[in-house]
């Protein structure tokens, strides 16, 4: 658990690192490569999302990531490489529904629409990887002015995929249920939720 909040909390980071761009509150210099740190931040937060539920497994999180290294550029070998030991890592968002009187959480809900989707990471991923390993002369030139739209959207889509979620660890009746901004201190916090050993999936 601490190393998955470790791992949420350099994707935060990274976000602010995107945002403070976004945002016009820094540069670096030239648009052309405001967009080329920014691809390489997303790039980065989507391979932490991807590993992220095998940290809690030391021996398997090693082993992918030096095999992941081999294919760096290519999302469909990293997302094969995790869902080969968990088919279901990919993150549930959700949201909190919050009782009025109490103030406490009432429930959480799946979100169904306005993340990052599993289908949408590789497009995403690889469109950084492209940006940031080839040079626009070879590939007659990128679309900045897309890519200055495309990115937004993106890190908001992460932001919420992210927010409040829950992910499948290796042990299948396990799962950690995650708040990227904690209500008092703003650090995440993770729950570790168990199957009942008479509960079925």
Known sequence: MDRYCKCMEE??????????????????????TNIEFMCLQIRSILELIALGSLVTDEV????????LANNP???????????????NFYPVPGKQVI???SGKVKEVINITEGYLTREEFP????????????????KGGFDYKSLESDIPVWITKI???????QIQLLNERQQLW????????????????ELDSGSKR
């Open 11 to 32: 994707i935060k980071r990274r976000v602010e690192a995107v945002n403070s761009i976004i945002q016009r509150r820094c540069t670096t210099i030239c648009q052309a």
């Open 60 to 67: 398997e999180y090693k082993k992918r990531s030096r095999g």
């Open 73 to 87: 550029w290519n999302a469909k070998v990293i997302l094969r490489e995790i869902e080969r030991i968990n088919p």
């Open 99 to 101: 009782d009025p009187k």
């Open 123 to 138: 497009g995403v991923y690889n469109k950084c990887s492209d940006v940031i390993h080839s040079h626009p002369f070879f």
């Open 159 to 165: 932001i919420t995929l992210l927010n409040h979620h």
């Open 178 to 193: 995650v708040v990227m901004q904690g209500s008092t201190e703003g650090k995440v916090h993770t729950a570790l939720m």
